[in-house]
């Protein structure tokens, strides 16, 4: 085996460390980000540029494992170079520096559709440089490892070594052959067909994405109401839901909290509260929370979940795309005791298979799917649920 390990364009890297590229107008932020990385030896800060169209030229110097870019940059921005970079077949995972603004949500949003894998918000009311350095490194280090894992890198490497004289290939970004996957996945047996009245979903790192097309891939609204949890900031989920409801036939809403649930209407969870939902009469209502993180996270899949089991029962249908972490798995643990089905994405087609992989290891999915078929397999289980005698009552809409 070789002792050369491969970066995700085919590249090598001799110091078996993560090569970063940091790329940003400002001297003081390339050398903020620059600093913040440096603590973890695991990472490598191999080059940096001030503008997108430099940021190019580096790439395909330096071959990084991952390049870090600024959103708003003069002679060509970030957007423009990952399209360019996406363009040219360069597949290496994109993280944006963002500020936390809807001007820069609404230029963060785009370079996601544009082809970045995932993104930080510039430090913002820091008292001193310390506290800037570490925000960023808390922000930037688990998804740098989590986008570039070295398991990743040797199967790469592997790859290669099997074809001897083969030029590089590109291991892409978080990307696996279909039906290959890093953690044993066992899947549930499917329960018996029961009623379906409301469809909670969350995901992470890379949902942008997937939302946008599991949105799109509906046929027509779904005749039940959808949950959202995605982990983004407050600006950033209110630009997303605007966005999604753009996309497909589902009326999409950020919540404000108190709305009562309707079938064909998707709620997706406000930056940093909690989503909950709790009886209200003769339907069920949404209710905001400030209590504390959930596997670091607020708002929470786990707490979506358990709070909509808490409610509905088993008459959930819950799905889990790409993500870091495990955020999901104790909510679907309890979605399945209750009785109901649980569908996540497949490692193939997710940019990071933290969440869904934690719930398909724990042997909780029922289905592990690639994007592409999340959609209208949501809408055959929903509308089969409707059509099935325990689902009677819920053809009218969400009831206790």
């Not at 540029?49 to 870019?69: C, Y």
């Not at 982990?231 to 497909?248: C, I, K, N, S, Y």
Request: proline letters at 8%; hydrophobic letters at 45%.
């Amino acid at each position: 085996m070789s002792s050369r390990t491969m970066t995700p364009d085919g590249a090598g890297s001799r110091t078996g460390r993560i090569r970063v590229l940091v790329v940003d107008d400002s001297v003081v932020v390339r050398r903020l980000v620059t600093d913040a990385l440096s603590v973890d030896p695991a990472i490598e800060v191999v080059g940096s540029a001030a503008n997108g169209r430099l940021a190019l030229a580096k790439v395909a110097q330096l071959a990084p494992d991952l390049v870090t870019m600024d959103v708003e940059m003069p002679e060509m921005n970030g957007i423009e170079a990952v399209r360019e970079l996406r363009r040219a077949g360069h597949r290496i995972p994109i993280i944006m520096f963002s500020t936390l603004t809807e001007r820069g949500a609404e230029a963060t949003l785009d370079a996601l559709v544009a082809g970045a894998s995932d993104y930080v918000t510039k430090p913002s009311n820091t008292g001193s440089l310390q506290e800037s350095l570490a925000q960023v490194a808390g922000q930037l280090l688990p998804k740098i490892k989590a986008l570039v894992p070295r398991v990743r890198l040797g199967y790469a490497n592997a790859l290669q070594n099997q074809m001897p004289g083969a030029p590089p290939r590109a291991a892409g970004i978080a990307r696996v052959p279909a039906g290959a996957h890093r953690l044993p996945v066992a899947l549930r047996a499917e329960p018996a067909p029961h009623a379906v009245r409301a469809v909670i979903l969350g995901s992470s790192t890379g949902g942008p994405e997937a939302l946008s097309r599991f949105v799109a891939g509906l046929s027509a609204p779904l005749p039940v109401p959808l949950l959202i949890v995605q982990h983004m900031p407050p600006v950033f989920t209110r630009q997303l839901a605007a966005r999604l409801d753009r996309m497909g036939p589902s009326t999409v809403v950020e919540c404000a909290g108190g709305e009562e649930l309707v079938p064909g209407h998707v709620y997706i969870a406000p930056g940093d509260r909690h989503l909950e939902l709790r009886r209200s009469g003769a339907g069920v209502r949404i209710i905001l929370t400030d209590s504390p993180p959930v596997n670091f996270c607020r708002p929470s899949v786990d707490v979506l979940f358990r709070s909509a089991v808490g409610v509905l029962g088993g008459d959930l249908l819950a799905v889990v795309l790409t993500g870091m972490g495990a955020d999901g798995r104790n909510g679907c643990e309890a979605v399945v005791t209750a009785g109901g089905t649980v569908v996540v994405q497949d490692e193939a087609t997710s940019v990071v298979w933290g969440m869904p992989g934690a719930v398909a290891a724990a042997g909780l999915a029922h289905r592990v799917l690639p994007i592409a078929d999340v959609p209208h397999t949501v809408e055959a289980l929903v509308r089969g649920a409707l059509a099935a005698p325990r689902a009677a009552a819920s053809t009218g809409g969400v009831r206790p």
